[in-house]
């Protein structure tokens, strides 16, 4: 079931940069943990950027210091900020809430997710 609806997915050249944006349907997430996950064609979807309910946040290594999760005061629109965008970060973009908070990317602790949003880099 979707519950979350994602936005921002564009095509852009290398180097570029994107903002992304996850909109949860009530203030009953503001005590979820959020991440952002992606899906090349062809591979296992992976975690790419975590925030806790404390604003604490985890980057997965291919990502880290050219991605940026961030969240509203609500806490209700989680954001993605990509910067220097790369061809290997073309993929379909998910954020998802997990309840537990257990840990980053723990993909089945994630029980709402968002319908995707494309990202398309060119060389």
């Known amino acids: 079931q979707v519950q979350l609806v994602e936005s921002g997915g564009d095509s852009v050249q290398s180097g570029g940069s994107l903002r992304l944006s996850c909109v949860a349907p009530?203030?009953?997430?503001?005590?979820?943990?959020m991440a952002w996950f992606r899906q090349a064609p062809g591979k296992e979807r992976e975690g790419v950027a975590f925030?806790?309910?404390?604003?604490?946040?985890t980057y997965a290594a291919s990502v880290k210091d050219r991605f940026t999760i961030s969240q509203d005061n609500a806490k209700i629109t989680t954001f993605l900020q990509m910067d220097s965008l790369k061809p290997e970060d073309a993929a379909m973009y998910y954020c998802?809430?997990?309840?537990?908070?257990?840990?980053?990317?723990?993909?089945?602790?994630?029980?709402?997710w968002g319908q995707g949003t494309q990202v398309t880099v060119s060389s």
């Open positions: 998802a809430a997990d309840p537990t908070c257990a840990s980053s990317f723990t993909e089945f602790e994630y029980t709402s």
């Open positions: 925030i806790d309910t404390d604003g604490e946040t």
């Open positions: 009530d203030d009953s997430y503001r005590s979820y943990c």
